[in-house]
T-cell receptor, first 114, second 114 residues
Framework: SQKIEQNSEALNIQEGKTATLTCNYT??????LQWYRQDPGRGPVFLLL?????KEKRKERLKVTFDTTLKQSLFHITASQPADSATYLC?????????????FGSGTRLSIRP | DGGITQSPKYLFRKEGQNVTLSCEQN?????MYWYRQDPGQGLRLIYY???????QKGDIAEGYSVSREKKESFPLTVTSAQKNPTAFYLC?????????????FGEGSRLTVL
């Protein structure tokens, strides 16, 4: 069955450093991968989308990579700030058999300490 | 303002009762989704719909039912058959399915079974 794993439940880093979060998937080939931010008690907010034929995508301090051979995406936040503290979720479409089915990983809770 | 609205925000229910959660969007989106989130976990897909009068089961559809009679509305009924319904429920919508399905989320409905 399709499975998505995010590398750790929690990540704690020093302000100003680069945070790197990992998303791995197995048993299918998605057409694209998305990253979302979720604050406590709120709905997730879309950050970035990367397609299967793209290696890297950037938006301000955010960078996403997508390696379809390794079946892995890395999400980087450079020059991290305490305001970046949140849970980050990766999401993938269901692949060719069910492209409109969007499924999520379990999330990584990121804490940036001053 | 355009957006996606869920109601109620908080809901309490006795065991054995059905309850319906409302989700309305005025973004003219084709696709709509329902997810469940348990404490400290990611989002699990309950049902999704690509067009009016059509919907598909997600990974945890048992004990839930939906309808899609209008493009703007996708209500979720949590039935008494759902064994552990206490959770945070999130509704989402997107423009197009199977292409670049950035999801827009509502603020969620927190259901507690007493």
């Amino acid at each position: 069955s399709q499975k998505i794993e995010q590398n750790s439940e929690a990540l704690n880093i020093q302000e100003g450093k680069t945070a790197t979060l990992t998303c791995n998937y197995t048993n299918y080939s998605p057409a694209y991968l998305q990253w979302y931010r979720q604050d406590p008690g709120r709905g997730p907010v879309f950050l970035l989308l990367i397609r299967e034929n793209e290696k890297e995508k950037r938006k301000e301090r955010l960078k996403v990579t997508f390696d379809t051979t390794l079946k892995q995406s890395l999400f980087h936040i450079t020059a991290s700030q305490p305001a970046d503290s949140a849970t980050y979720l990766c999401a993938l479409d269901g692949g060719s058999s069910s492209a409109s089915k969007i499924i999520f990983g379990s999330g990584t809770r990121l804490s940036i300490r001053p | 303002d355009g957006g996606i609205t869920q109601s109620p925000k908080y809901l309490f229910r006795k065991e054995g009762q059905n309850v319906t959660l409302s989700c309305e969007q005025n973004l003219n989106h084709d696709a709509m989704y329902w997810y469940r989130q348990d404490p400290g976990q990611g989002l699990r897909l309950i049902y999704y719909s690509q067009i009016v009068n059509d919907f598909q089961k997600g990974d945890i559809a048992e004990g839930y039912s939906v309808s899609r009679e209008k493009k703007e509305s996708f209500p979720l009924t949590v039935t008494s058959a759902q064994k552990n319904p206490t959770a945070f429920y999130l509704c989402a919508s997107s423009f197009r399915t199977g292409v670049t399905g950035e999801l827009f989320f509502g603020e969620g409905s927190r259901l507690t079974v007493l």
